[in-house]
């Protein structure tokens, strides 16, 4: 089978595929017309974000048989077309989720004790400690929206924080486990502290988290994002940071991104982008959850051993 790489990844998954005796190829530079005009001959494409796969280009896909998505998400693939076509679409959530759940913890921490803000006070010769007292994860109740392999992860690196964790998923029933607690969504509006989002982008949840949203919850609460940018209406976000509402957002995503996630779309940021970034309440980082060096390689593994199994 012919397999062309159409966003770099870590070397393993080409490895893998060669010894399974696949014939790889990369192409990292053509526009999306060019590749469309040669993609019919491809069994297997593997693609992070570059450009979306639309009906009009997997119409062209005359002969593939599998998209390997390396990530997590896969709003950038029609995926019920491609499945229509007999395409297999396989990603690898499993290979970053122990990232992102360490990034979610890694950006709490640092929102609640002030740690950013403080490194750069004393870069400058500033020594401030009582500005700067921060607030404890003990005690708290941390509400999760999706239970899946990042929702899972962040419960699990919160045990020994001695936080109680509530966990909701639309899609999910009897998951309680030992890291945390099956809960209605009636149950997280009334007890969250800190509301953690672990959700694929979908039209479902595209701009879930708005101002009627965030109103049903009983307490002023912390919002973490490290899922898609769309899941909460920025607007509305900030409108509850003035308003008290929302005490402070750790968002490693933001909906300005660009497609490929790899830059915001500098024409499309509005105040409120500004207003985040200059918020002492809030934590930014350019969606790096899942970007560690070992889900890199864990990622190519994981979607190496999914083609093997496909192909078996």
Request: net charge positive.
């Amino acid at each position: 089978m012919n397999v062309l790489f159409l966003d770099s990844c870590h070397p393993a998954l080409k490895q893998e595929l060669e010894n399974m005796r696949f014939s790889c190829e990369e192409d990292f530079t053509s526009s999306k017309e060019e590749v469309q005009r040669k993609i019919g001959s491809y069994q297997g494409i593997v693609i992070r974000s570059r450009f979306k796969l639309d009906d009009l280009f997997l119409d062209h896909c005359t002969a593939l048989r599998f998209i390997a998505r390396v990530g997590a998400g896969m709003e950038n693939i029609n995926v019920a077309y491609a499945r229509s076509k007999g395409i297999a679409c396989l990603h690898a959530p499993e290979g970053n989720r122990d990232a992102v759940g360490e990034h979610a913890i890694g950006m709490l921490l640092c929102l609640f004790r002030n740690i950013a803000r403080a490194n750069k006070e004393v870069r400058k010769g500033k020594w401030i400690r009582e500005a700067n007292r921060g607030y404890e994860l003990g005690g708290k109740t941390v509400g999760i929206i999706g239970y899946g392999n990042t929702g899972s992860a962040f419960a699990k690196k919160l045990r020994g924080f001695d936080c109680t964790v509530l966990a909701y998923d639309k899609y999910k029933k009897n998951f309680s486990d030992g890291l945390a607690k099956e809960a209605a969504m009636d149950e997280l509006f009334e007890r969250t502290d800190i509301l953690s989002l672990h959700l694929p982008l979908t039209e479902e949840t595209t701009y879930l988290v708005n101002d009627a949203f965030i109103s049903r919850f009983k307490k002023s609460i912390y919002v973490i994002n490290t899922a898609r940018g769309k899941i909460i209406r920025t607007d509305d976000l900030v409108k509850n940071m003035r308003s008290g509402k929302v005490l402070g957002a750790c968002l490693d995503v933001l909906e300005y991104e660009a497609l490929s996630f790899e830059e915001l779309d500098r024409a499309s940021l509005p105040p409120a982008f500004r207003y985040l970034a200059k918020s002492k309440r809030t934590l930014l980082t350019s969606h790096i959850g899942g970007w560690t060096f070992e889900s890199n390689e864990k990622m190519a593994r994981v979607l190496a051993e999914k083609i093997r199994s496909l192909f078996a």
